[in-house]
């Protein structure tokens, strides 16, 4: 379940430091009772940017094939071996 917590709740780091550290999601910060930001721990915002740059690679990986970018196996390690003298 999402954590949300007003704004004039962060003026208590520590306690807000401990909530972010104790769950894997993030925080959301209201102001006037509207979504204003949003916080996580460093570990939580390392790991979502590295699934979100999986995420794109993926991606871009589809697309090369469906636009017909790819080459067989053979041929790419054959490639290789003649570049790096393998």
Known sequence: MPQIIPIRDLKNTGD???LCHSTDDPVFITKNGYGDMVIMSM???EKSLFLHKIAQKLNEA????EKGEITDAKSSL???RGKYGV
């Open 62 to 65: 589809e697309e090369q094939i």
């Open 43 to 45: 570990e939580v915002y």
């Open 16 to 18: 807000i430091s401990q």
């Open 78 to 80: 054959k490639k290789l």
